[in-house]
Nanobody
Framework: QVQLVESGGGLVQAGGSLRLSCAAS????????MGWFRQAPGKEREFVAA????????YYTGSVKGRFTISRDNAKNTIYLQMNSLKDEDTAVYYC?????????????????WGQGTQVTVSS
């Protein structure tokens, strides 16, 4: 089992940047594919980005391509989401998730563990 704790959220002006972190417990972090999801008020939780176990493959939803970058440091049991050129519509609670499936990509049902989330608010 793995426990996930997100951090790095906050209030930022449109056009600004934030970097989210997700720290995982356990000694088998590198055996999990990881992902970021977000949920805005009144909306479904949606896929943002995912990264393979070794970090060699990444996947993004279309609306964040070119603006967000997912990465991981297996030595630190941590994944990151660098968010640049933030827009109002990026406002949401951001969740990290871990999957035992090798390539879960954006399929929410393939993720086994979830963090509690961190709030990102973009003001215009």
């Amino acid at each position: 089992q793995v426990q996930l704790v997100e951090s790095g959220g906050g209030l930022v002006q449109a056009g600004g940047s934030l970097r989210l972190s997700c720290a995982a417990s356990g000694r088998t972090f590198s055996s999990y594919a990881m992902g970021w999801f977000r949920q805005a008020p009144g909306k479904e939780r949606e896929f943002v980005a995912a990264i393979s176990r070794g970090g060699g493959n990444t996947y993004y939803t279309g609306s964040v391509k070119g603006r967000f970058t997912i990465s991981r440091d297996n030595a630190k049991n941590t994944i990151y989401l660098q968010m640049n050129s933030l827009k109002d519509e990026d406002t949401a609670v951001y969740y990290c998730a871990a999957a035992t499936t090798a390539i879960p990509k954006g399929d929410r049902n393939k993720y086994d563990y979830w963090g509690q989330g961190t709030q990102v608010t973009v003001s215009s």
